[in-house]
């Protein structure tokens, strides 16, 4: 027999004990793995769509908590083209816009791009046609989201009471653009009564040796500049990382993801030490006999953290096992579906089942060291 | 190494006293006991006259209030580590047994080995399963203690005190729980395994046929050595261990 399998047996002999506080951790787990890796992969998702169309800057007006939020006045795009480095410049518009959904509606992430956004260019038509000049009332869907409502190339999608002709499908590789939809600048700045303004630029350098420095100077030229509309102060542009890392609607979801983490994490410790406690108290005569015939304390503490941290441990793996179902069946929902993929955040994973060990070790210690107190004669007596 | 100790005990208690403080209790009232190597001493007494404390002291399960226990003439109170000593150095039996519920016959034998001289899984198994064939259990190897007699759980236990191979064994009213034919059966099992491994062996006992059988036969009372008398004059084997 190996001392493992002794602390094996030791943690099935109630079975039933067992498998509820392993239970209970299993879903303190889940939560916390479940959150931790839907903004985990929100965040790698809104980074990919800059990363991947070769944006270097993101330029919003200063002092905005997101880019929602922000409100630039569309010509200065001209401006930050004329700057020396810029390669090319993407005016947005960004509406989170109420989309009739048979009889109810949804909250759909609205894009609004002028023709020479080079965005479009990253845009898969999967059916029908790009937006060309002269296109009036209508729109492009992504993929996630012409499955969502159902709609095909020549159907009609009613946008904030105004219908518009679905004229193409396309997919882009981050998810909430598949969860999206595309229509002209000036149709979107129409419907959110924005005339004029844009949420943010983005921003592509030219391709050179010493690219970090140009990108730099690019940066402090753009924050340079005056914001038209003068309702806010001026302007802000930051790297694409450093933008993602400031968006405070991710802010809100990680730090809401440790928050539950916390909580999860006290619970489960509370759970432990309770179920340990028990265990120890109920073998006093026991662990008696293992000091008796030589063990030492140490091997009662390991043996005691080690029992610990399998019933963690064993929670942990149930509850990531819960947690990938339990995204996988939250991406079939239509509202949740446009924003984020099925995937797992490996980091999330990894974090979730690292924070249970230390659970189990945590939880495991009180009683690791009330059970090697024991003297052996003491226990021995012990009724 | 104390000179007034003689070279030739396996273990000596030297004038040890104990007293339990709650209840106010003078266990052991500075006690001398010397155990030869391969001898077998029998201790006995009224009930509360503290054979079992003594016992506890020469097992290094606890420790003298005054006075020296010695094991091959170095003091127990200066050896650095006192669990390895009892997994190596002392057999324990017990009168309830004592064995491990969830765990087999043969795995209740191997716990001692996990301090004893480094095995592998394999030839603690393998050990642990020449010991009970020793005692007459093989056939039980894979049986947890519920599941046995209490004669067949005393010869599990006595397996498992004899699992480091120790030169001397501690047992306290190893017959205690037994009737009288299994107790005859369990007391032949143990003499005839301390005269073949040639290992020392101290048991606590009511019985007088028990105290008839060793080579000496210390008597307690009141914590006081009574009468301490050898009932064997052939020489015990010093040899050896
Ligand atoms: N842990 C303890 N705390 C307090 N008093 C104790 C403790 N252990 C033993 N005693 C007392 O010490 C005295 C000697 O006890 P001990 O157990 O050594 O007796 P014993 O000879 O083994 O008796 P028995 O034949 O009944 O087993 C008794 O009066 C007992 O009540
Ligand atoms: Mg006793």
Sequence with gaps: MRFSAFMVKNVVRR???????????????????????????????????????????????????????????????????????????????????????????SSVLVQGWPLDNPAFRALKILEGRTLQPGDVHKILLGRTQAENLGKKVGDTVIVQKVPFEVIGIYESFTVYENGGMVLLLHELQELSARQGSVTGFSVVCDNVANKEQLVQQVKAAIEALPNATKKRSGLSAMATQD?????????????????????AMII????????????????????????????????????????????????????????????????????????????MSLIAIAQGIGITVLIGLIGGAYPAIRAAQLTPTEALRHE | MNEAIPSEYLMFADSVCKRYPDGNVQALHEVSVGIRPGEFLAIMGPSGSGKSTLLNLLG?????????????????SKCR???????????????????????????????PMFEGPRLTDVQRVRRAEELLELVGMSHRRHHR???????????????????????????????GNLDSQTAADIMDLLVTLQRDR??????????????????????????????????????PVLAGR
């Design chain 2, 198 to 235: 040639e290992m020392a062996m101290v048991i606590v006992t009511h019985s007088p046929e028990i105290g008839e059988r060793a080579d000496r036969l210390v008597r307690l009372r009141d914590g006081r050595i009574e009468e301490d008398r050898l009932l064997r004059l052939d020489e």
């Design chain 2, 145 to 175: 203690p519920m599941q046995l007699s209490i004669g067949e759980r005393q010869r599990v236990a006595l397996a498992r005190a004899l699992a480091n191979d120790p030169p001397l064994l501690l047992a306290d009213e190893p017959t």
């Design chain 1, 243 to 263: 933008y993602v890392d400031s968006m405070a609607l991710l802010k809100v979801a990680t730090a809401m993801a440790w928050i539950v983490s916390a909580v």
């Design chain 2, 60 to 76: 290094a399960l606890d420790r003298p209030d005054a006075g020296e226990v010695y094991f091959r003439g170095e003091p127990l």
């Design chain 1, 15 to 105: 079975r039933t004990r067992a498998l509820l506080t392993s239970f209970g951790l299993a879903i303190s787990v889940g939560a916390m793995v479940a959150l931790l890796s839907v903004s985990d992969r929100f965040k790698a998702a809104t980074l990919e769509s800059f990363r991947g169309r070769g944006v270097d800057l993101v330029v919003i007006a200063a002092g905005t908590p997101d880019q929602l939020n922000s409100e630039l006045d569309e010509a200065l795009a001209e401006r930050i083209r004329a700057i020396p480095g810029v390669q090319a410049v993407g005016a947005g518009l960004i509406e989170l816009i109420e989309v009739q959904r048979g009889k109810n509606s």
């Design chain 2, 81 to 111: 580590n006192l669990d390895q000593f009892r997994a190596r150095q002392i057999g324990f039996v017990f009168q309830s047994f004592f064995l491990l519920p969830t765990l087999t016959a043969c795995e209740n034998v191997q716990i």
């Design chain 1, 268 to 343: 489960g410790v509370i759970g432990v030490l309770n179920t340990m406690i028990m265990s120890i108290l109920e073998r006093v005569r026991e662990i008696g006999i293992l000091r008796a015939v030589g063990w030492p304390r140490r091997r009662i503490i390991s043996m005691v953290l080690g029992e610990s941290v399998l019933l963690s441990f064993s929670g942990a793996v149930l509850g990531v096992f819960g947690a990938i179902v339990v995204v996988k069946v939250l991406v079939l929902l239509p509202q949740v579906n446009g924003f984020i993929d099925g995937k």
